[in-house]
């Protein structure tokens, strides 16, 4: 099996960002972990919904699904329960995975399916021009909103961990070898692996830049352990963040294994050939 190298997950389309968005670092950081775990582009798929950073797939080589607004879980799930040889990473933004999709976001982490999800979180619906999202901070002013925007904003992480997700960590598109590092545990890690990164943008949010993040930006402590989850909640709440890092980390069973169980043990009771008119007998 070929040695796969950062350029092998090139796509056909150069990415279309604008220059200095935050999601030219996750890209980057994705393709370093593949590569380190030797991921082969036929065995791969990246799946997205729709938003500026949901165009992911055509920037590379792999196979993609650029899906509909908040689907991305769904079909991801579903493309993995199909084919769970496959390594299946699904990939949005903030209003994509927290707004239309948000009732998804619930459901994948308590089922836990096999599969990596990155939320690149700019706090703004960047392709549609400038719109607040769940993660836009009260009183933000945009052109839809010129006086103030006036809900507070959701945690991500904080959600995930009350979801049951098996896997939760944030990183920031400043730091792209922690968030290599985080991806890269993610894809290792065996069940639901979120991934929550703070990926700014340089036209529509002017209320978060990389300067004034770099500046609050924390790490978790070297001993935080990642198997308490009040602790882990601790930090996700604590005001004097955002803190990055690996805030959860369990093993529990599989949507995918869960499944197939059910699916043998409901066949240990049929008797070949099992057809749909003896469904039918049943019921007359
Ligand atoms: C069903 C549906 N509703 C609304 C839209 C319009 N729309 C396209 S992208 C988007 C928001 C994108 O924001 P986000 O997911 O944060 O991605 P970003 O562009 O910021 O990366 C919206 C509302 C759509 N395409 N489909
Ligand atoms: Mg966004």
Redesign the pocket.
């Known amino acids: 099996m070929k040695q796969m190298e950062i350029n092998d997950y090139k796509g056909k389309v150069k990415p279309s960002w604008c220059p200095g968005c935050g999601?030219h670092a996750v890209l980057l950081a994705l393709k370093k972990a593949m590569a380190e775990l030797n991921y082969q582009t036929h065995e791969t798929s990246i799946v997205s919904?729709?938003?500026?950073?949901?165009?992911f797939p055509f920037f590379m080589s792999t196979y993609g699904f650029h899906t509909?607004?908040?689907r991305v879980l769904p079909v991801a799930i579903g493309l993995k329960q199909a084919k769970p040889e496959i390594n299946v990473i699904a990939v949005?933004?903030?209003?994509?995975?927290?707004?239309?999709?948000g009732n998804h976001f619930i459901h994948a982490g308590r089922k836990n399916p096999n599969i990596t999800y990155i939320m690149?979180?700019?706090e703004?619906?960047?392709?549609?021009k400038g719109?607040c999202?769940p993660t836009s901070r009260a009183g933000t002013i945009t052109k839809c909103n010129p006086y103030a925007w006036t809900a507070d904003r959701i945690n991500p992480v904080l959600m995930a961990l009350s979801f049951n997700a098996s896997y939760v960590a944030r990183g920031y598109s400043g730091d792209v070898n922690q968030l290599e590092k985080l991806i890269l545990e993610g894809l290792k890690h065996k069940g639901f692996s979120f991934i929550h990164i703070i990926?700014p943008?340089v036209q529509?949010n002017k209320v978060t830049s990389f300067e004034k993040i770099k500046e609050i930006i924390k790490y978790l402590p070297d001993n935080h352990d990642m198997t308490d989850k009040l602790n882990a909640m601790k930090y996700a709440f604590a005001p004097d963040g955002p803190y990055t890092g690996i805030f959860y980390k369990v093993e529990r069973p599989t949507y995918e294994e869960r499944f197939s169980e059910v699916i043998s043990k409901s066949k240990q009771n049929i008797t070949e050939p099992y057809t749909i008119k003896d469904v039918i007998k049943q019921f007359q």
């Not at 919904?49 to 165009?55: A, D, E, K, P, V």
Request: aromatic content about 6%; glycine content about 24%.
């Open positions: 999601n919904g729709i938003g500026c950073s949901s165009r509909i607004h908040g949005g933004g903030d209003g994509d995975g927290l707004s239309i999709g690149m979180d700019n703004i619906y960047a392709l549609t719109q999202s990926s943008c529509y």
